[in-house]
């Protein structure tokens, strides 16, 4: 049978204050029964020897056993509940109190077991009879033989204590209980109370409502965490949602053009309203090139998924590498009268995969001269900064839209501009390049303005050599 959160909570923590309660009850009882008995014990040899010098004064004052104050004792052993017995030098018995200490005893016991049933030592059933010397001006005059039940070692002052300390422990129980329940339920609310939340809102992201958000109110900062990553989740699954939508119109939009026109040119073939020619079958070739290469870059694509970027390493003099690199595409900006500017610092060598670092500069300048505005200008810089490598590729092209930017890096998104500039890109490029710096250590971010320019800055991060 499952239990929700809340009572969970609460009965685990009643239980917890409960055990408490007992623990401490059973320990504080030991404690005090212990102590206790030490204490009414001395208490009890105060009162003989209270016993043994009323009677020394007694004899002091008669200077014989003859006159003594017989009702003096007997009160004292009535009130004491002692069982007091005189002797002589001889013997011979001069003053016995009789049976008047059972009453106190009687009433003791009734008393100890309505209060104090089990208390260590209070046996009612024992009787104990000790006898000790009179001793008079340092003289012996006699004995005196004490005895009593061990009820007698209770006093009234000593039962209305254990009976108030009985009745503070239960009174200090219920109001722990009642505590503990108190607090068990608003401890177990708070905590129980955001996770209900939470759990509607995934509820209803497992729905498809990926709008939906986890707005809860705590101090508990695991709980925050949750609430955090259930909202993480939600706005990566709506983007997600919205690149996977995308993604479809765009593969769409790829193979629409060019399965159109063939579609178109084999209809006019077959109506007879074209005749083949060499020129006709050259736009189908570069038509299924189109396709082909599509194809292609939905394989690279797949490949990049797979995580499977072995990487090649090897001791590289990058400044030399990004030089030959910047020579190679000059005459293609030249050619376009665009402006190609380099600033390398010299002699950085390297740990790195050439093959890689070549393809991730490749689509890099290719992109940026993709969308150059007329007399464009692209900047590339290379440095070092402690281990790390930092290369920077800076354009006054079209730029990329403030909305677009999140999405730069994802597999087959195009932003609306550059849809219109009729590129032909795939849309991979920039993702296959994000894949590559990350997999020789690195993080590659983008700063862009519509109209104004974009600037994608690589760190290489533990590289260089010393």
């Given at each position: 049978m499952k239990m929700s959160l809340m009572n969970k909570l609460s009965l685990g923590i009643l239980l917890a204050v409960l055990v408490s309660i007992i623990l401490v009850s059973l320990i504080s009882n030991a404690i005090i029964d212990k102590e206790f008995s030490k204490y009414l014990v001395g208490e009890h040899k105060t009162k003989i020897e209270n016993a043994i010098n009323i009677i020394e004064d007694l004899y002091k004052q008669q200077d014989s056993f003859s006159n003594l104050n017989h009702d003096e004792l007997r009160r004292y052993s009535e009130m004491q509940g002692l069982y007091i017995e005189i002797k002589d030098l001889n013997n011979e018995t001069v003053y016995t109190s009789g049976n008047a200490y059972l009453q106190h005893n009687n009433m003791m016991r009734g008393m100890m077991g309505s209060m104090m049933p089990n208390f260590t030592g209070m046996d009612s059933r024992q009787y104990t009879e000790n006898t000790y010397p009179l001793v008079v001006d340092d003289n012996r005059v006699g004995t005196v033989i004490i005895g009593y039940i061990n009820t007698s070692f209770l006093s009234r002052d000593s039962i209305a204590f254990i009976r108030a300390l009985n009745y503070s422990f239960v009174i200090s129980a219920f109001i722990a209980l009642a505590f503990g329940l108190l607090i068990s339920i608003i401890i177990s609310r708070q905590l129980s109370d955001p996770l209900i939340k939470i759990t509607q809102t995934s509820n209803q992201m497992r729905t498809g409502n990926l709008e939906v958000r986890s707005l809860v109110k705590t101090s508990t900062k695991e709980i925050a965490e949750l609430s955090n990553s259930i909202n993480y989740l939600a706005e990566t699954l709506s983007s997600q949602e919205m690149l996977r939508k995308r993604?479809?119109?765009?593969?769409?939009?790829?193979?629409?053009?060019?399965?159109?026109?063939?579609?178109?040119?084999?209809?006019?073939?077959?109506?007879?309203?074209?005749?083949?020619?060499?020129?006709?079958?050259?736009?189908?070739?570069?038509?299924?090139?189109?396709?082909?290469?599509?194809?292609?870059?939905?394989?690279?694509?797949?490949?990049?998924?797979?995580?499977?970027?072995?990487?090649?390493?090897?001791?590289?003099?990058?400044?030399?590498?990004?030089?030959?690199?910047?020579?190679?595409?000059?005459?293609?900006?030249?050619?376009?009268?665009?402006?190609?500017?380099?600033?390398?610092?010299?002699?950085?060598?390297?740990?790195?995969?050439?093959?890689?670092?070549?393809?991730?500069?490749?689509?890099?300048?290719?992109?940026?001269?993709?969308?150059?505005?007329?007399?464009?200008?692209?900047?590339?810089?290379?440095?070092?900064?402690?281990?790390?490598?930092?290369?920077?590729?800076?354009?006054?092209?079209?730029?990329?839209?403030?909305?677009?930017?999140?999405?730069?890096?994802?597999?087959?998104?195009?932003?609306?501009?550059?849809?219109?500039k009729n590129t032909g890109g795939s849309g991979i490029g920039l993702t296959i390049t994000k894949s590559f710096v990350e997999a020789i250590g690195g993080r590659i971010s983008v700063q862009s303005s519509s109209d104004i320019g974009t600037t994608f800055t690589i760190v290489f991060l533990n590289i260089i050599l010393s």
């Open positions: 993604l479809t119109a765009d593969i769409a939009h790829e193979l629409r053009t060019p399965l159109t026109t063939l579609k178109t040119h084999l209809e006019a073939f077959i109506d007879g309203v074209w005749e083949p020619t060499a020129e006709r079958f050259e736009i189908f070739y570069e038509e299924i090139n189109r396709l082909t290469k599509l194809v292609d870059n939905l394989r690279d694509l797949a490949k990049l998924e797979q995580r499977n970027n072995k990487m090649n390493n090897s001791e590289v003099n990058i400044s030399n590498e990004m030089g030959k690199l910047i020579e190679s595409f000059k005459p293609l900006f030249i050619k376009e009268n665009y402006q190609l500017d380099s600033d390398i610092e010299p002699e950085i060598n390297a740990l790195i995969d050439i093959d890689k670092f070549k393809q991730i500069m490749n689509n890099l300048l290719s992109n940026a001269y993709k969308y150059l505005k007329p007399n464009g200008r692209v900047e590339v810089t290379l440095a070092k900064q402690n281990k790390n490598i930092i290369i920077k590729v800076k354009d006054n092209g079209i730029g990329i839209p403030e909305k677009d930017l999140p999405f730069v890096f994802e597999r087959f998104y195009r932003s609306d501009i550059s849809r219109s």
